[in-house]
């Protein structure tokens, strides 16, 4: 059954044992604190925040929530127990038989609980953490959703762009260039319009894997989000702008977006792990909405050195659309893609191949850096034998270290596609932004696959025998036990 809004998103998550309950912690740093601290490695459980110093007791914020992969694969309907390779081969073949299921508009749902409109409005009283040491305010938007109408076409697109508190009515919003919120939004600025807005900053945490990921200009997140659940999501009309909202959102604030009106906006921690961006003045959003659910969560999704909750999901995610991009273009030969987590699900990728030709992993490594879902920010891609499993550290660096010649494997590209968030990019003229990159072929030399030395360790045909034979030293996925501490058999024969 798929998950269909935050509420139960969290039930699911808190039987797999993976919710904290924390009370009392202070939105000024402590509660951000926290969630990096936890962030510090992945598979920790997300945390639920309440009775937050600053707060009304009631007023929630979830965070560190896409930070392992059971969850992630839960928030997409997959099944929760797959290795990174398994997840990736399964989000593959769900993406290929996608296909997005229209909304539903309703007349009800519990995000139309509570309204304040005109004086009333007060976006100060939801938690608003002052996440890193670094942030230049408050942010109450990171896990969330901006609803926008394309005022040409109809289309109502859904991106995930940060919302900083200015004061009870102000928002700050920043979009980057070339996103599609900020397209439509210039829309409406060239007509010498105000841009109506819906943020939903609490909602299923699928809306905000889809609302952070490039789906194509034209086409609706929510649909997609119903693709994804086999069943079309249900949305009420937010009633100051008659934007969709999820029926089950948590908090809702609409607006406008006034042409030609900026407040500071930012720093704020980017995926890249940096400050590179810097604070700049921003478009605003007049909120004169906002609705929410009894007892609201926020649902906080903190930016930060990767791996963090803004990218972690991004590496198994990527590693798909990199994978069919390599076999859409004909390479043969690919076993596995990972996209590491450390690299922010864009800077080191790493793609396994079985050797069938001289060249051949010269080629995947210039295809990985070349195609449309590896191209941008990358830094390295490092190509290995199917014998190394990409997703796992060790080997790669294992592969890296002694099956690389650090002179003929090794290739750079100049002046590739990258960003001013990307702390290596250097501005050309104007200034446009361009990286360099490498590409490692860290396979054995395909002119000495019969005589590459043979690796020393237990094969697996030999290993699935001592298993069998000595099933109290194993789990059941095969790795060593730590608590058996007697385990005798009797030997038959002599050798
Ligand atoms: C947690 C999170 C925060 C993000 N913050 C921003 C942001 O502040 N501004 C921005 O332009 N993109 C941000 N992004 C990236 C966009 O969400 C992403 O590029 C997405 O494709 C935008 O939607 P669109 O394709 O409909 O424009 C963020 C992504 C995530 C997951
Ligand atoms: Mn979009």
């Given amino acids: 059954m798929p998950v269909r809004d935050l509420r139960e998103w969290m039930e699911r998550v808190e039987a797999m044992g993976q919710l904290t309950r924390v009370e009392g912690a202070d939105a000024y740093l402590e509660l951000g604190g926290l969630v990096d601290l936890y962030q510090w490695e992945m598979g920790n459980p997300a945390l639920l925040f309440d009775e937050i110093v600053g707060y009304r007791p009631g007023r929630r914020l979830l965070a560190n929530v896409l930070t392992s992969l059971p969850r992630v694969a839960l928030s997409l309907d997959l099944p929760v127990d797959n290795s990174p390779r398994d997840f990736v081969l399964a989000w593959r073949s769900k993406l290929k038989e996608l296909k997005p299921q229209a909304a539903e508009l309703v007349e009800h749902g519990p995000v139309l609980d509570n309204q304040q409109t005109g004086d009333k409005v007060d976006i100060t009283q939801f938690p608003a953490p002052l996440w890193h040491e670094g942030d230049g305010g408050r942010y109450l938007g990171t896990g969330n959703i901006v609803v926008m109408r394309d005022p040409d076409t109809g289309w109502v697109n859904c991106g995930t762009y940060r919302v900083q508190v200015h004061d009870e009515q102000t928002a700050g919003l920043y979009i980057s260039p070339g996103k599609h919120g900020r397209m439509i939004r210039d829309k409406y600025w060239a007509r010498g319009e105000a841009c109506p807005v819906a943020v939903s900053v609490g909602q299923d945490p699928l809306l905000l894997l889809l609302g952070g990921l490039e789906v194509d200009y034209g086409t609706n997140e929510y649909d997609v989000a119903g693709g994804v659940r086999g069943e079309p999501l249900q949305l009420v009309r937010a009633p100051h702008t008659g934007l969709p909202v999820p029926a089950t959102a948590e908090i809702v604030l609409e607006g406008e977006i006034p042409p030609g009106e900026t407040r500071t906006e930012g720093p704020f921690g980017e995926w890249t792990g940096y400050y590179a961006s810097g604070e700049k003045a921003e478009p605003i959003i007049r909120v004169r ?61 790493v793609v396994s191949i079985k050797q069938m030709y001289p060249g051949h992993a010269k080629q995947v490594g210039m295809a990985t850096s070349s195609c449309h879902a590896g191209a941008y920010a990358n830094r390295f891609v490092v190509v290995v034998d199917d014998d190394i499993d990409p997703a796992d550290t060790n080997q790669v660096l294992w592969a890296l270290c002694t099956r690389t010649d650090v002179i003929d494997d090794v290739d750079v590209i100049k002046r590739a596609w990258s960003t001013p968030l990307d702390p290596m990019a250097y501005a050309g003229e104007g200034p446009r932004y361009f990286n360099n990159r490498m590409i490692i072929d860290a396979c054995r030399p395909y002119d000495r696959l019969a005589t590459f030395p043979p690796v020393a360790r237990t094969t697996e045909a030999h290993a699935t025998e001592l298993r069998a034979r000595w099933p109290e030293l194993f789990t059941r996925d095969g790795k060593a036990r730590n608590d058996a501490t007697r385990v005798t058999h009797a030997q038959t024969g002599v050798r």
């Fill in 289 to 349: 909405s906002v609705l929410y659910r009894d007892d609201p969560i926020v649902l906080g999704c903190l930016a930060g050195k990767p791996p963090s909750d803004n990218t972690f999901s991004r590496s198994p995610m990527r590693a798909a659309l990199i994978w069919d991009e390599l076999e859409r273009s004909g390479v043969p030969g690919i076993v596995s893609v990972w996209s590491h987590e450390a690299g922010g699900g864009r800077l080191f990728n």
